[in-house]
């Protein structure tokens, strides 16, 4: 299965050794690729000291996903992760604002995969409740890599989230298999009587009837019940007729085998005559020995191993819901077989307050600074240099002293700072033009990823390009450096009407005539300050 | 005049300590073959987030705890060993 994650923080390590792809942080571009099976949307809160900083991300992950959601491959299975804080400050004990917000977005979530087949949700904190909040957040590695959850989770989380992927297809077993004596009742009943076996209410018949509680539960949810027993069945029909303790009665009861044949035949019986196969089975048998004649006979039918004690019940009538019985919809098929629920009426809607992405745009009321090189952001601007490599049209690396010497050779160097409503995102952006007569070469142009997906890189060409024009430059030239990384910057160039000069398979140079670049004007998204 | 028996891990236990992280960076970079000279300079695929997925790695085999500043800079085989062999004393 190959996915295409949209997330907004680091999450690499979680899905390593899988077969993904991941979308810019907070970018909805959409990348076109064949071979992709299915999308994830995990979006994470970030750890901010003030909480209505919160509500708007979450307004904000709301817009972004609606608008995402539009966009998608149709039908194509997407699923999203329900939102949940890790981090939580406690200003005030009794502003309950963010958990409000939150839950309001994962009904939202849920009325959005009602509504749509190919969507499903997966409840995060599934896998987060496993663990203490020491060990969900590795602080070390958040500031050091945007990573919210702590990476040492990764093995556990893929086997969870492999879990998921199963329960959201669907693969839940259809029906089981019941031994009677010392399963769904304490003792034996051919030699205990009708008077003997245990099912009351005090130990150990409690817990036997916990566990045809859960088994009638099951059935209300579609679950086929047989039973596969070594009695006389006239015994077991006055158990059901006239034992006051019975819950599951023979109306639960879909088929049965009770007779002193060997289990295996009697339970390809009873697979035939429902016309199931036998690995949408789950046999249930406190006797050791018979469990093993059957993974040994029938070894596609799911067998699980039996408490050895009626008070383990509980935890392990857990694990059989986790591992065979979890559906994540009831089909109409299910449905016809129980009980009539009541629908929730009251289901809030995911919306976009947005109705185009540029308005979504100017919502995030983006200011872009840009300034040029000075002694002290020339150390950011060579770190840039060093570390960018996807949005890099050249990839050329750079230390202080490199760009010191470019600038006492009078290189136009600008840095660009892009802030938002949700905070300042610090010098993300650079360009280096080397000028000569009327001709100007775009040396380097670079976008750190965190500030991808908003065109911004757009508006900060352009501003370059008018100034340049200013200056009386008529030629631009550039060149895009093909590395493993930066194939999104592949075609760059040719949105804004350079022509290419020259083109390898490593390399393609560029010129742009400003004298008949006429129409190049800057949007009124950003607030360009300079 | 005593010598200081503490001053760096034995030569077999450092060999030993030394073969477990190439091991290591074997398993998470995914390279069928691995040089002693290795170094995010000369491996391509020893990016930065697979410079994480090692941290994390040795962190988990090492038992150990690197600091934000050690983590930049070990990138290459020596680095990190001699990183782990003052930590392990």
Partial sequence: MKYHI????????????????????????????????????????PYKVNNDIII?????????????ITNLIANKPVIIFTLQSIFKIDYISSDYRIEKAIYEHNQKLESLAAKNKHIKIVDISGFYNHYSQEQLIDWKFYYLSQMPLNPKLSKDFQTWFNRQVEITEMKRKKCVVLDLDNTLWGGILGEDGLEGIKMGESYPGNAYRSFQEYLLELHRKGIILTICSKNNEKDV????????????KKEHITTYRINWNNKADNIKSIAEELNIGLDSLVFIDDNPAERELIKQLLPEIAVPDFPNQPYDFSKWMDSLTYHYFSTYRLTEEDLAKTLQYKENMTRKQMQSEFSDFDSYLKSLEIELTIEPANEINIVRMAQLTQKTNQFNLTTHRYTESDIQNFIDNNFWIYGLRVKDKFGDNGLTGLIIIEIENNQAYINTFLLSCRILGRKIEDEFLKYMLIKLKNTGVEVVKSDYIKTLKNSQVENFYERFHFEIDASSDQQKSYSLNLKKANNIVLSNTYKLIT | MQ??????????????MKERVKDLLKSVLELDTISDEISQYNCERWDSLNHLNVIVALEEEFDLSFEPEDITSMNSLDIICSKIERLMQ
Avoid: C
């Avoid at chain 1, 899988?18 to 690729?33: L, Q």
């Avoid at chain 1, 708007?56 to 995402?68: H, P, Q, R, V």
């Avoid at chain 2, 010598?3 to 030993?16: C, D, H």
């Fill in chain 2, 3 to 16: 010598a200081n028996e503490n001053a760096s891990l034995s030569t077999v236990n450092y060999k030993r």
């Fill in chain 1, 237 to 248: 029909i006055e158990v059901w007729n006239i034992h006051p303790d019975i819950i599951l």
């Fill in chain 1, 6 to 45: 949209f997330r907004n923080h680091t999450i690499e390590p979680f899905f390593k050794g899988w077969d993904v792809s991941f979308s810019g942080y907070g970018d909805i571009s959409i990348i076109e690729d064949q071979k992709m099976d299915a999308y994830i949307w995990w979006y994470q809160l």
């Fill in chain 1, 56 to 68: 708007k991300e979450i307004e904000n992950y709301e817009s972004l996903l609606s608008l995402a």
